[in-house]
């Protein structure tokens, strides 16, 4: 009887070890899955700051492409924020190529 006695002590402490690495590793697996989740969101998401520095523009330009509505824009916090998305087909429309003609010389 001693034996299966601790037989089942030495089951139970391996589980609570088990449980222990496994709250250790879902800590770790949540902390990652945060870090992605940010980084996600930053790639979608741009605040003013962002896209001035990224497009060097004004932020007279900012507010000019938003109050025309030519960017569109959502609030958070009071804080506008803008899809990369959403600039990148304003670029994209704006977008032209130029043609350069070079002229010979007849002599």
Known sequence: ???????????????????????????????????????????????????????HITRKALDYLRSSGKLPFTTLHEKYIYKYSDIGAILKKNYSKIKLSIKKNDE
Do not use: C, P
């Not at 030495?10 to 449980?19: A, T, V």
């Not at 496994?22 to 962002?50: E, P």
């Open 1 to 55: 009887m001693q034996e299966v006695i601790k037989a089942l002590n030495r089951i139970y402490e391996k589980s609570l070890e088990n449980i222990e690495e496994s709250k250790q590793v879902n800590a770790l697996l949540q902390g990652l899955i945060k870090q992605n989740l940010t980084r996600l969101i930053k790639a979608t998401w741009l605040d003013g700051h962002d896209v001035i520095q990224a497009f």
